[in-house]
């Protein structure tokens, strides 16, 4: 049997979280060092960091990385990195130090998350990077927005993760460190494990991709995206507590291991599934499950762009491979889950609902047909949205009460 | 994208079947020489040394060679080979000629399939080939029940084949050689391609197991066995007809090509199925889907012996590998098709029908249900078995009238 592939770079996992007694003293110390405060996205890269995630990065990346990524995908001393992972600070905070200073990185919350010696600061073409990684500069996508929102001072250096930014208790179970995924892989056998990314609940043909995988791979990681998404999604609590009545309902145990991880949706479609690929290759997953318009969002990519842009890299850019699944639904003549690879029949004799429409289905109190979701997935939404409802209510009849 | 798997050995396809002026001179040269009856078994194997399905193989296997194939499976040179290829003559016959002498290979039907130059004259343990082979020496076995029905005198040699066995004629566009596998492959810009190999019509579980090859892989060849099974199985004509209306209603054309290949089914389960891997990389697929019960035949093997094998040969020993899947069938829980690997649901709620009660609802009328095979398919089947009942009657009606 081979072995779990190995961490990004080929020599092990680089989690940059303190422990013990280093943690304490660096904690303390990080009271007097200037205070930077990061954005949501940024702290998700700096827990990211700390659990290894992010194995070989040593913490944000320098100018000269930030381009040679941006343009070739690739670190200044060649390993392959398909988006940047960069913080920034305002002119005013940036101007607190010099280039060496050490200083703290401070969340919306007022935690410090890490402390981080800034080898460099430099500016960057924030459109430039839009273009490169997101294939547009439009304000209107929320990656774009992201990067243009940041603050105009890009800081390099290597980072001391000093938190898990809570999550380790918010998602007792769930949140895993990229070294406990491959101790629980190992306990359970398995070297050939395909990761299922998901920032939704899994309705029918999420499971059927998931499926899919566990049909031939030893296992399937469905790892839940646990940071923030944009507005209007469903909350990651929701989400993962949906997915698990799937997974206790229609899964085999010992084939599925159900796992967040701590970042924030880029939405940067093809080059968000490298990095998808890149950071379960970490986790230890041979695989990354690629379905259709993988991480994207709106129509700014191709159906299939995140399947194509596998084909683009060196071959040996990763060693987890994209396990690239077509269009899947439900077809009623087919009598079964199906995609567009292996149903042969006419749009109209599949099942289809958009996100739309399943709400106001779920909020209306209609019935999801069976064929597109798991009675006792529907019943969790359909519980968040009736509690979402009242919120609104509440809104309005306070408003109007004004 | 890469290529398709290099045929067994590395060195090309090695079909030993003569073709123009060539053809028709060993054809006349033929007449001339010792006649030797094949079985059918023998007569299988020539055409698929003829079309290169063998390859490297030359001709029948010396002595040295069969032991070391039934000991370790690898020839005296080293090469993988799970199953010796062998021919048998009865002493009568064996002593109307010397080694270093040609002779002629005739079928039951009269026609000489190919020359040989016998370079050796071998006696067998033909107990010992069956132990390796099959596992077992029951002579109820039909493998073992073709071994032991083997004449005493083993022939080593090179062939020249001179005949396809009119597989093309009677299978029009159906049977294909190696090399036109290949170039239909590369046609249609597969490289990835898995062989599902049956010698049965194909119900959904059948189609089940095809389309998680083709969900992963660029397409499938379905390919059926034309050669001779044991009695009460259903002819090719029948099978490959009722796996054309399955194709034709239930698969995407560009994902999917129907063919066929001359053998006769040995029983051999893990050892055939390493011989299926074997000849299929020859047709240039790089996966061989692997079921339950591969070749098996009773309760010989294991449900998953075939699987297990593939992982006891080493790692070089086949380009083409096994894709395993699980029993499979229809869950009413699920709603779907799943596997043992996929449901968690209990016996009773799947729907399993075992050939013999399927054959009565056939035969006697009764509605299958849609979940276990295709209603096109299940036409097919009904009139064959419909016309099968009638000639009993006939039988039975002269046999009364005697």
Known sequence: MSALPNAHGGSGLTPRLLQGSKLHDERRRAQSLPAIPVSSRERGDLIMLGIGGFTPLDGFMTAGDWRSVCRDMRLENGLFWPIPITVSASHAHADTFNEGADIALVDAGGEIVATMTVIEKYSIDKAF????????EDSEHPGVRMVMAQAEVNLAGP??????????????????????????????????????QTRNPMHRSHEYLAKIAVETCD????????GN?????????VRTRAIGALIDNYFVADTVL??????????????????????????????QIIGRDHAGVGSYYGPFDAHRIFDEIP???LET??????WTFWCYRCGGMASERTCPHAPEDRLLLSGTKLRKMLSEGTAVPAEFSR??????????????????EVKLSGHSAR
Chains 1, 2 share one sequence.
């Open 315 to 317: 071959h040996d850019a």
């Open 219 to 226: 296992g399937v990681l469905v790892h839940s995206l646990l």
């Open 375 to 392: 009675p006792e997935v529907l019943d969790i939404l359909r519980a968040y949205y009736a509690g979402l409802d009242e919120k609104v």
């Open 129 to 136: 990077e839009c273009r490169s990684v997101f294939r547009t």
């Open 159 to 196: 980072v001391r993760v000093l938190s898990d930014g809570g999550f380790a208790q918010r998602y007792p179970g769930l949140f895993m460190t990229p070294e406990q995924t491959r101790t629980a892989f190992a306990a359970k056998g398995w070297s050939k494990v395909a990761a299922f």
């Open 229 to 237: 998404l944009k507005p209007g999604d469903i909350p990651a609590d």
């Open 258 to 287: 159900q796992s967040g991880y701590p970042l924030d949706m880029r939405y940067a479609g093809p080059r968000e599934a490298l990095l998808h690929a890149l950071f379960r290759q970490n986790y230890g997953c041979a695989y």
């Open 321 to 326: 491979k994209p396990l690239k699944i077509d």
